[in-house]
């Protein structure tokens, strides 16, 4: 693939809003997950909620789109003058040249959750079960999953081509690789990409269904791991074409795979993972050891960070440094890409090989390069993993 130039990135998380709080955490090895007290929620985990959400106001004219997804976006559009980078792409390319690439898992089904919680206290105070849902609910722009990028696209006044991905937690990755073949086939200059992903009982209630979720903050390749925390964030970033902007970080490379090996589990060998970091390295033009960083999947769950390793290993051996930030962030779902995207470029941007927090003991049967302190180091290149349910699977290489 061509490469694309990263004109403008922000991620807001519980870490904070911006960069430079995301990379100061870091640094510091800050985690920012919390025991749970979201909504009605009644469980013993811990989570990574973004404060402010609520207190966020859309413009009257898309109040329609009012929803905890789209007030998660638009309160991490406005960092890092993320939206003043995006008004001057339009101006540079026209609207109807920017294209809108956006990931998500659940979108605003928290939403629909209220709008049912609404008509279930009716009933309960004895009203008609033909009662509708409250005429304040919008589905088609808050529960639908095209909602984000809609959202986006009518924010900005955007005309280019606008999709939302929805594969589970490889969501905000994938969307490097559509942006890219839309810029390379001339249908767009210019696009954001990312993802948004927001908390609901939906997803907490869900993975502790699935006995997923741990009661402790998470543990990536700990010999304790246990579960993952669930996390909500907003990441976006501005892709351009290479002669668009002199320097700046920029993306090299994309592979995806899908190994359909279970609906919520991945391939024991890690092998539809390996299909993916192959793909991104053979996009690129790279082998193994360019590669100076890799940003883990890393959920904190036994088997997908077993699976995850022997693809690691099997592919760059224990030559590269590798880590997960889900224990600083959380596990972002649909956002977590994106999210990732963003660590992975402030680390090429200051050096950093971060490490993975919360863990103390490393799981000895695990034979990656798992770093547990910082170090500073000169970086190339990175690779960022991200897998989600029915095996879909995707690597994203950055360069300086």
């Given at each position: 693939m061509l490469p694309l130039r990263i004109t403008a990135y922000t991620m807001t998380s519980c870490l904070g809003r911006g960069r430079a709080p995301t990379l100061a955490a870091l640094v510091a090895r800050r985690s920012g997950l919390a025991p749970c007290d979201f909504e009605t929620v009644d469980l013993d985990t811990w989570v990574g909620e973004v404060s402010g959400v609520d207190d966020v106001r859309l413009d009257d004219a898309l109040a329609r789109f009012d929803c905890r997804n789209n007030r998660l976006a638009e309160l991490g559009l406005v960092?890092?003058?993320?939206?003043?980078?995006?008004?001057?792409?339009?101006?540079?390319?026209?609207?109807?040249?920017?294209?809108?690439?956006?990931?998500?898992?659940?979108?605003?089904?928290?939403?629909?959750?209220?709008?049912?919680?609404?008509?279930?206290?009716?009933?309960?105070?004895?009203?008609?079960?033909?009662?509708?849902?409250?005429?304040?609910?919008?589905?088609?722009?808050?529960?639908?999953?095209?909602?984000?990028?809609?959202?986006?696209?009518?924010?900005?006044?955007?005309?280019?081509?606008?999709v939302t991905i929805s594969a589970a937690c490889a969501s905000s990755a994938k969307v490097f690789g559509n942006a890219s073949r839309m810029i390379a086939a001339g249908l767009v200059d210019a696009a954001i990409v990312g993802g948004v992903d927001s908390l609901c009982l939906t997803t907490l209630y869900g993975f502790r269904s699935l006995e997923l979720v741990s009661s402790k903050p998470a543990r990536p390749y700990g010999s304790d791991r246990d579960g993952l925390s669930i996390g909500e964030a907003a990441a976006f970033a501005l892709l351009e074409r290479a002669d668009a902007a002199a320097g700046g970080p920029s993306v090299v490379g994309v592979g995806e795979s899908s190994d359909a090996h279970h609906m919520s589990s991945p391939h024991p060998e890690g092998l539809g993972a390996r299909t993916a970091m192959e793909n991104a390295l053979r996009s690129a033009g790279l082998t193994p050891s360019d590669i100076d960083y890799i940003n883990l999947h890393g959920t904190a769950t036994p088997n997908n960070d077993a699976a995850e390793d022997r693809a690691v290993f099997g592919l760059f051996g224990d030559g590269v440094p590798v880590s997960s930030t889900k224990g600083a962030t959380g596990h972002t779902l649909g956002a977590a890409g994106g999210v990732e995207a963003v660590i992975s470029l402030l680390a090429l941007e200051a050096g950093l090989v971060p490490a993975g927090v919360n863990t103390t003991t490393l799981d000895p049967a695990l034979h990656s390069d798992y770093r547990l302190a910082n170090e500073r180091r000169p970086l190339r290149h990175v690779l960022s993993n991200s897998f989600g349910f029915g095996g879909a699977n995707c690597s994203v290489v950055f360069a300086r």
């Open positions: 960092q890092d003058r993320f939206d003043v980078a995006v008004r001057d792409a339009i101006a540079r390319h026209g609207p109807d040249r920017v294209g809108v690439f956006l990931g998500t898992s659940t979108s605003g089904i928290l939403q629909t959750e209220l709008a049912y919680r609404e008509r279930r206290s009716l009933l309960d105070a004895g009203a008609d079960e033909a009662t509708p849902l409250p005429r304040w609910f919008h589905y088609p722009e808050t529960h639908n999953t095209y909602s984000l990028a809609d959202y986006v696209s009518h924010r900005f006044g955007i005309e280019g081509p606008a």
